[in-house]
């Protein structure tokens, strides 16, 4: 199967699209959940986030990451945020870039 026989192995998705397609880079430009998803499955090396210079102030409002995981997991886990660089754009909206590292052992 393309993603495991529950269609929920990340890794194996990845892996498929490499050997079937020859795909090296993958835009992930999923919601909260995908990207908790593959967050939790050490798939992310790199994120780039777009401020937009508007508030709304609501609640209940999917985040960039959201794990549907059990309440003691922690998707983010040994990983850290490496800046690497910050634009600011047309009409004031900034560009965040970083990588994802390993989190050194403390």
Known sequence: MF???????????IETL????GVKTLLLEGGGTINGAFLKAGL???ISVL?????D???GVPSIFEYSGEVREKPAAGQSLRHL???T???????LHYRVEARPAS
């Open 89 to 95: 754009l047309e009409g004031g909206m900034v560009w």
């Open 85 to 87: 660089t910050t634009e």
């Open 57 to 59: 102030g609501l609640a």
């Open 18 to 21: 490499a050997e079937s397609f």
């Open 3 to 13: 993603a495991g026989s529950d269609g929920h192995d990340l890794h194996r998705a």
């Open 51 to 55: 401020m937009y210079p508007g508030i």
């Open 44 to 46: 992310i090396d790199e």
